[in-house]
C-alpha cells in the first residue's frame, strides 16, 4: 500500500528566500508524481507533473526533482514571494491502483514580507 | 477554456438525508476522479470514472455511489446522511487520469447538521 510523507508539515521563510518541500513514498511502483498548492477553503491547482520515467520538470521558478529509488520528490520554488503562501501537496500514482492519487497532508507554507 | 466546475459550491443538509453533487470536467477529459478531503484524514480517493464505466472504488461505505454520463460529467451521490460526511468535496479531470495531470474543481463544502 503506497504511503505518501511531506515533511514538515509547516514553514515559514522570509520573502526572497528559496523553498524546499519534500515528499517521500513507500512503492517505486508509479506512474507519476504530481505537486499541487492548495490555498484555504479551495481546491487544488496543480503545480507540476512529473512522470516516472522523467528525473525533473519546471516550470517558472518551480523545479521538481524525483528520485524512485530513494522514493523522494524535492519541489523548489525560487525568490519566495508572499503570494507563494499556500499548502503545498504532493500525490503518487501508483500502477496497482488506477486513477487513484495517493496524497501526503501536505506542507503549509507562510512567506513573510 | 474552462476549468472543472462543481455544483453546489456549498451545501447544509441534516442527517439521514441523502445529497447528490455534480462535476462538470474540462472539455474533452474523459476521466472523472472523486477525493473526499477532511482535516483528519486528509485528501481520501473516493472513485474513478471514465467513459460511463467505474474503474476504480476507495475504501468507502456503499452509501458512497457514483457515475458518469455520456457527456463525461459525473455525479455522486451520499445517502443516510452521517456527522463525519462532513467534508469538502473534490472532483478532478484528466485525459487519462494515470498518466496524465488531473485538473482540479473548487469543489463542494458539505456540512452535515
Same mark, same amino acid.
Request: aromatic share 10%; charged share 15%; with cysteine.
Given at each position: 500500500k503506497q504511503e505518501v510523507t511531506q515533511i514538515p508539515a509547516a514553514l515559514s521563510v522570509p520573502e526572497g528566500e528559496n523553498l524546499v518541500l519534500n515528499c517521500s513514498f513507500t512503492d517505486s511502483a508509479i506512474y507519476n508524481l504530481q505537486w499541487f498548492r492548495q490555498d484555504p477553503g479551495k481546491g487544488l491547482t496543480s503545480l507540476l507533473?512529473?512522470?516516472s520515467s522523467q528525473r525533473e520538470q519546471t516550470s517558472g521558478r518551480l523545479n521538481a526533482s524525483l528520485d524512485k529509488s530513494s522514493g523522494r520528490s524535492t519541489l523548489y520554488i525560487a525568490a519566495s514571494q508572499p503570494g507563494d503562501s499556500a499548502t503545498y501537496l504532493c500525490a503518487a500514482m501508483t500502477t496497482?491502483?488506477?486513477?487513484?492519487?495517493?496524497?501526503?497532508?501536505?506542507t503549509q507554507v507562510v512567506v513573510t514580507p | 477554456k474552462a476549468g472543472v466546475t462543481q455544483t453546489p459550491r456549498y451545501l447544509i443538509k441534516t442527517r439521514g438525508q441523502q445529497? @447528490?453533487?455534480?462535476?462538470?470536467?474540462?472539455?474533452g477529459h474523459?476521466?472523472?476522479s472523486w477525493y473526499?478531503? @477532511?482535516p483528519g484524514q486528509g485528501l481520501q480517493f473516493l472513485f474513478e470514472y471514465f467513459s460511463e464505466t467505474q474503474r476504480n472504488k476507495g475504501n468507502f461505505p456503499g452509501r458512497f455511489s457514483g457515475r458518469q454520463f455520456s457527456n463525461s460529467r459525473s455525479e455522486m451521490n451520499v445517502s443516510t446522511l452521517e456527522l463525519g460526511d462532513s467534508a469538502l468535496y473534490l472532483c478532478a479531470s484528466?485525459?487519462?487520469?494515470n498518466t496524465d495531470t488531473q485538473y482540479f474543481g473548487p469543489g463542494t463544502r458539505l456540512t452535515v447538521l
Amino acid at each position: 500500500k503506497q504511503e505518501v510523507t511531506q515533511i514538515p508539515a509547516a514553514l515559514s521563510v522570509p520573502e526572497g528566500e528559496n523553498l524546499v518541500l519534500n515528499c517521500s513514498f513507500t512503492d517505486s511502483a508509479i506512474y507519476n508524481l504530481q505537486w499541487f498548492r492548495q490555498d484555504p477553503g479551495k481546491g487544488l491547482t496543480s503545480l507540476l507533473l512529473i512522470q516516472s520515467s522523467q528525473r525533473e520538470q519546471t516550470s517558472g521558478r518551480l523545479n521538481a526533482s524525483l528520485d524512485k529509488s530513494s522514493g523522494r520528490s524535492t519541489l523548489y520554488i525560487a525568490a519566495s514571494q508572499p503570494g507563494d503562501s499556500a499548502t503545498y501537496l504532493c500525490a503518487a500514482m501508483t500502477t496497482d491502483s488506477w486513477g487513484k492519487l495517493q496524497f501526503g497532508a501536505g506542507t503549509q507554507v507562510v512567506v513573510t514580507p | 477554456k474552462a476549468g472543472v466546475t462543481q455544483t453546489p459550491r456549498y451545501l447544509i443538509k441534516t442527517r439521514g438525508q441523502q445529497v @447528490t453533487l455534480s462535476c462538470s470536467p474540462i472539455s474533452g477529459h474523459r476521466s472523472v476522479s472523486w477525493y473526499q478531503q @477532511t482535516p483528519g484524514q486528509g485528501l481520501q480517493f473516493l472513485f474513478e470514472y471514465f467513459s460511463e464505466t467505474q474503474r476504480n472504488k476507495g475504501n468507502f461505505p456503499g452509501r458512497f455511489s457514483g457515475r458518469q454520463f455520456s457527456n463525461s460529467r459525473s455525479e455522486m451521490n451520499v445517502s443516510t446522511l452521517e456527522l463525519g460526511d462532513s467534508a469538502l468535496y473534490l472532483c478532478a479531470s484528466s485525459f487519462e487520469s494515470n498518466t496524465d495531470t488531473q485538473y482540479f474543481g473548487p469543489g463542494t463544502r458539505l456540512t452535515v447538521l
